[in-house]
């Protein structure tokens, strides 16, 4: 299997600014982290609701995320929210999910039909999330 060693975290923030982008695997990229999500600027705290009540944050036209194997934790799920058209997710093998990622997830992305949580730290409280 190849392996992109190269990757440099920052550079993954362009990756997201590109509004016609549907599908994006970034499964066994050893630099995909927290930070990764953290550095998007359509992600940042300091966008969202303007002082008229609107909600001004872009909203990504991402479908199908494959994370698997990358070194996120719940921080990155909580960076998600503009993430509302996503249907698949796959965080397989990725240790630093637990159920309050899931949650924050579930609770953003209104439209997912799949996720794959092989290998993840979850209980059943987060199964019992998904089902609803």
């Given at each position: 299997m190849f392996k992109c060693k190269q990757v440099?975290?920052?550079?993954l923030q362009h990756v997201f600014e590109h509004?016609?982008?549907r599908y994006?695997?970034?499964a066994f990229i050893d630099n995909v982290?927290?930070?990764a999500f953290s550095l998007i600027p359509?992600?940042?705290n300091d966008v969202g609701v303007s002082s008229h009540g609107s909600?001004?944050?872009?909203r990504s036209p991402l479908m199908t995320l494959n994370l698997g194997k990358s070194c996120i934790?719940?921080?990155s799920m909580s960076k998600m929210a503009f993430l509302s058209a996503l249907v698949e997710i796959r965080l397989q093998w990725?240790?630093?999910i637990t159920d309050a990622g899931i949650e924050i997830l579930i609770q953003n992305c209104p439209r997912l039909q799949i996720i794959d949580l092989k290998s993840c730290l979850i209980t059943d409280r987060a199964c019992g999330m998904i089902a609803h």
């Open positions: 440099v975290t920052s550079s509004h016609h982008l994006l695997n970034l982290s927290d930070e359509i992600l940042s909600d001004n944050r872009r934790t719940d921080v990725c240790h630093g």
